[in-house]
C-alpha cells in the first residue's frame, strides 16, 4: 500500500549547518507531497508542499523537491537556526483523496547554539 | 491561524470508561479529520468526515466513534477506554492543505 518513509532521527546539528531529511514515498498514482512541522506543544502546521513532479516547494529557507523517478522528497536547508528545531513530518495525501494524509514517523531536529 | 479548537487539552480517565474529545472549527470546512499520535507512529488517522453526517473510517478505527451534527463540530468518542488508547489526539480540517488543532493529550489509567 501507499506509505511514507523518512530519516531516523534525532539529527542534532550546530546552528548555521546544512540540513537534509530525507523522505521516500510509495504511491499507486501521483500524490501530492508535503512536508509539516511541529513545535514543542503544538499541533502540526504545513511548512511546504508540491503537487507535482519536478515541483519544488519552499518557506522559511526551507526546500524540497518532487522527485518521481527517485519517489523522493528530501527536506533542505542550507542554514538551521536554534528556532528551528522541532520535529519535521513528511506525509502525502492517497486514495485520490486531497485530504487524508499518510505521514512519515516523524524526525526530530535539535539545533545547538 | 485555522480556528480550530478541541476541547478537553488534557484528560486523565481510567480503563472502560467513555471519553467524548470535541473539535469545533469556524472555517466552515467540508474536511474534518480526528489523527492520534504515537512515538514511532507519526500520526494514524482514525476517522474523518465530508460532511454533515457524512463520515468514514481510517487506518485505525477500531473502539473509536465519530459523529458530525454539525458543520463545525466532530466528536470522537472512546465507548469503553483502553490503556492502549492513550495518546495525542489531534483534530484537522482541510482537503489538500490540513489546518491541525493544538492537541487533545488522554492518559487511560
Known amino acids: 500500500g501507499d506509505s511514507v518513509t523518512q530519516m531516523e532521527g534525532p539529527v542534532t546539528l550546530s546552528e548555521e549547518a546544512f540540513l537534509t531529511i530525507n523522505c521516500t514515498y510509495t504511491?499507486?498514482?501521483?500524490?501530492?507531497l508535503f512536508w509539516y512541522v511541529q513545535y514543542p506543544g503544538e499541533g502540526l502546521q504545513l511548512l511546504l508542499k508540491a503537487t507535482k513532479a519536478d515541483d519544488k516547494g519552499s518557506n522559511k529557507g526551507f526546500e524540497a523537491t518532487y522527485r518521481k523517478e527517485t519517489t523522493s522528497f528530501h527536506l533542505e536547508k542550507g542554514s538551521v537556526q536554534v528556532s528551528d528545531s522541532a520535529v519535521y513530518f513528511c506525509?502525502?495525501?492517497?486514495?485520490?483523496?486531497?485530504?487524508?494524509?499518510?505521514f512519515g514517523k516523524g524526525t526530530k531536529l535539535s539545533v545547538k547554539p | 491561524d485555522a480556528g480550530i479548537t478541541q476541547s478537553p487539552r488534557h484528560k486523565v480517565t481510567e480503563t472502560g470508561t467513555p471519553v467524548t474529545l470535541r473539535c469545533h472549527q469556524t472555517e466552515n470546512h467540508r474536511y474534518m479529520y480526528w489523527y492520534r499520535q504515537d512515538p514511532g507512529h507519526g500520526l494514524r488517522l482514525i476517522h474523518y468526515?465530508?460532511?454533515?453526517?457524512?463520515?468514514d473510517k481510517g487506518e485505525v478505527s477500531d473502539g473509536y466513534s465519530v459523529s458530525r451534527s454539525k458543520t463545525e463540530d466532530f466528536l470522537l468518542t472512546l465507548e469503553s477506554a483502553t490503556s492502549s488508547q492513550t495518546s495525542v489526539y489531534f483534530c484537522a480540517i482541510g482537503a489538500g492543505e490540513l489546518f491541525f488543532g493544538e492537541g487533545s493529550r488522554l492518559t487511560v489509567l
Open positions: 468526515s465530508y460532511g454533515v453526517k457524512d463520515t
Open positions: 504511491a499507486t498514482g501521483y500524490p501530492s
Open positions: 506525509a502525502q495525501n492517497y486514495g485520490g483523496s486531497q485530504g487524508n494524509l499518510i
